[in-house]
């Protein structure tokens, strides 16, 4: 069964400064995909970024980047230079190709990002 | 804006009544999901719906129904409601055709408090 784990509850990160949260996933399925979304309080989802599992490089969209290691089954999410905005929970997801294309998510890392 | 648009934002009723949310994907995309977000929880995949029928369930309570409907809104129906069903009911919408590139696109959820 597809299973993602986020096993940090809460992270803290002072402005500017780089972030790494962390996510792990198990899957058998061959073809997967990875994604990340922030939900600020407001409480609406918003997609970050996507890995797939053939990718050869690590995804980056602006300040994020996916830090993708496959045979560790790892997809840490990199924010840099972090900003009072990116206060909000992270959640990983993944997709896999025996699993129609819905997503399976982690139970989410708290950020609160301080001056 | 996502272009998943779901209706009411908030409701708030009482145990043992019966709720239907609403939801409408984004123009052209074919499978809508539904997620349940609680404290406890977190997000649950409960059903997906591709082009008016049925495609996965997830853990989704016998109390609970969906459907798509010809125009490819979908609503969600709770009944007899307990306090516990309180929480953020996503909708997502997607392309649908069981790959694993493409996010889901979120809706802003609708917020049921169960009193």
Same mark, same amino acid.
């Given at each position: 069964a597809q299973k993602i784990t986020q096993t940090q509850p809460g992270m803290f990160v002072q402005e500017k400064e780089a972030v790494t949260l962390d996510c792990t996933y198990d899957t058998s399925d061959p073809s997967y995909g990875l994604f990340w979304y922030k939900q600020p309080s407001s409480g609406e989802m918003i997609f !970050?970024?996507?890995?797939?599992?053939?990718? %050869? %490089?690590?995804?980056? @969209?602006?300040?994020?980047?996916?830090?993708? %290691?496959?045979?560790?089954?790892s997809a840490n999410l990199v924010i840099s230079a972090s900003q009072l905005g990116d206060s909000a929970m992270y959640f990983c997801a993944m997709k896999?190709?025996?699993?129609?294309?819905? !997503?399976?998510?982690?139970?989410?890392?708290? !950020? %609160? +990002?301080?001056? | 804006d996502s272009g998943v648009t779901q209706t009411p934002k908030h409701l708030i009723t009482a145990t043992g009544q019966r709720v239907t949310l609403r939801c409408s994907p984004r123009s052209?995309? !074919?499978? +809508?999901?539904?997620?349940q977000q609680s404290l406890d929880q977190g997000l649950q995949f409960l059903i997906q719906y591709?082009?008016? @029928? @049925?495609?996965?369930?997830?853990?989704?309570? @016998?109390?609970?129904?969906?459907q798509q409907f010809p125009d490819l809104h979908s609503e969600l129906n709770l009944s007899s409601l307990e306090l516990g069903d309180s929480a953020l009911y996503f909708c997502a919408s997607s392309a649908g055709q069981g790959i694993v590139t493409g996010e889901l696109f979120f809706g802003e959820g609708s917020r049921l408090t169960v009193l």
């Open positions: !970050l970024i996507y890995q797939g599992s053939y990718d %050869q %490089q690590n995804a980056t @969209e602006g300040r994020y980047s996916l830090n993708f %290691q496959k045979a560790r089954k896999s190709s025996g699993n129609t294309d819905k !997503l399976i998510f982690g139970t989410g890392t708290r !950020l %609160q +990002v301080f001056p | 052209g995309d !074919l499978s +809508v999901y539904w997620y591709y082009n008016g @029928e @049925e495609r996965a369930k997830g853990n989704i309570l @016998e109390r609970f129904s969906a």
